[in-house]
């Protein structure tokens, strides 16, 4: 069974500063991890995904997250946040290889304040 | 179409009552997927479609629940005698599958919809 916690259901920034937001998973198999966005009233936005190859993973909107198999997290980060990064993201694993197809595991997501 | 469309957007309805919500795929995806937003529950996986075949419909509640996916296009879930249990909010993905097959990594990302919102009074 496959799990991702996502520590912070929101998380609240001043515009400038850096966002971080924690996601550990837990599978019994090698995973693929990805970090989905999603605005008000729309649907969700692949942000970046990881999926063995390099373990910093650079995404759009300045977005990038690594994967840190030691401590089993893949926490998303940006240098610098800005007033249109406010949205709910969301933390979700799934199997690597053959059977992953898109049947993903999310986390309960994290609201992302920026205040001016 | 340009994106994944669903409808309806927003549906309100009796405890009891049967539901159909329809899911408009991007053209030529051949993979499709369903899944539940709720409050308390988070994003849970409901089925995968792969052409007109399910493979994964694991994530179904019950058997008040089921879909349908026709000419390897649009899918129809339908919940029947809806439960207020069943409010939530509908999400449709849809995702090509080349090289490799089912590996995600060769299936390239899932597009959604905006949902669709389903309130059982």
């Known amino acids: 069974a496959q799990s991702v916690t996502q520590l912070g259901s929101h998380v609240s920034v001043s515009e400038g500063a850096l966002v971080l937001l924690r996601c550990n998973y837990s599978?019994?198999?090698?995973?693929?991890l990805f970090w989905y966005v999603q605005y008000p009233n729309q649907g969700l936005q692949l942000l970046l995904k990881y999926t063995s190859a390099a373990t910093l993973v650079k995404g759009i909107n300045g977005f990038e997250a690594e994967f840190k198999k030691s401590e089993t997290s893949f926490h998303l980060t940006k240098p610098s946040a800005h007033m249109s990064d406010a949205a709910e993201y969301f933390c979700a694993v799934a199997n690597a290889g053959g059977t992953s197809y898109g049947k993903l595991t999310f986390g309960q997501g994290t609201i992302l304040t920026v205040h001016p | 179409g340009a994106g994944v469309s669903q409808s309806p957007s927003n549906k309100v309805t009796e405890k009891g009552k049967d539901v159909e919500l329809r899911c408009d795929p991007i053209?030529?995806?051949?993979?499709l997927y369903w899944y539940r937003q709720s409050l308390g529950q988070g994003l849970e996986f409901l089925i995968y479609?792969?052409?007109?075949?399910?493979?994964?419909k694991s994530g179904l509640p019950s058997d008040r629940f089921s879909a349908e996916r026709t000419g390897g296009s649009v899918s129809t879930l339908t919940i029947q005698r809806t439960q207020q249990e069943d409010s939530a909010v509908y999400l449709c993905?849809?995702?090509?599958?080349?090289?490799?097959?089912?590996?995600?990594?060769?299936?390239?990302?899932?597009?959604f919809g905006e949902g669709s919102r389903l309130t059982v009074l």
């Open positions: 599978s019994s198999v090698p995973p693929y």
């Open positions: 993905a849809s995702s090509l599958v080349y090289g490799g097959g089912y590996d995600l990594a060769n299936t390239g990302e899932l597009f």
């Open positions: 479609f792969q052409g007109n075949s399910a493979p994964d």
């Open positions: 053209s030529g995806h051949t993979a």
